[in-house]
């Protein structure tokens, strides 16, 4: 079992920056991708409307969606099984909820993804 534990949400002017950290804890053997999700403006019940925010693999690779190019860095410490994601510029379009992931490998077993419970991001105009 790992337990994803996020931290950083909070409340910012447009043009403002907030880091979101998330640290994975438990019986860990090895994680693979790590990354945020957020929930998709307009949508706050269905899981399957969260988008990709950014990811970064344990060798360090990265990928951003779209809107995250640019403005957003996320960065990892495999020693401590950590990320971060750095926001700069932030917008109002940028308010909602973001989760962390990990995806956990345990031998020849197929990863299984970890959700973190959520933090609140928004972005006053």
């Known amino acids: 079992q790992v337990q994803l534990a996020e931290s950083g949400g909070g409340l910012v002017q447009a043009g403002g920056s907030l880091t979101l950290s998330c640290a994975a804890s438990?019986?860990?053997?090895?994680?693979?991708?790590m990354g945020w999700y957020r929930q998709a403006p307009g949508n706050r019940r269905q899981l399957v409307a969260r988008q990709l925010v950014a990811r970064i693999n344990r060798d360090g690779t990265t990928h951003y969606a779209d809107f995250a190019k640019g403005r957003f860095t996320i960065s990892r410490d495999n020693t401590q099984n950590t990320i971060d994601l750095q926001m700069n510029s932030l917008k109002p379009e940028d308010t909602t909820v973001y989760y962390c992931?990990?995806?956990?490998?345990?031998?020849?077993?197929?990863?299984?993804?970890?959700w973190g419970q959520g933090t609140q991001v928004t972005v006053s105009s």
């Open positions: 992931y990990a995806d956990h490998k345990v031998g020849v077993n197929p990863e299984f993804r970890y």
């Open positions: 438990g019986n860990i053997v090895e994680i693979s991708n």
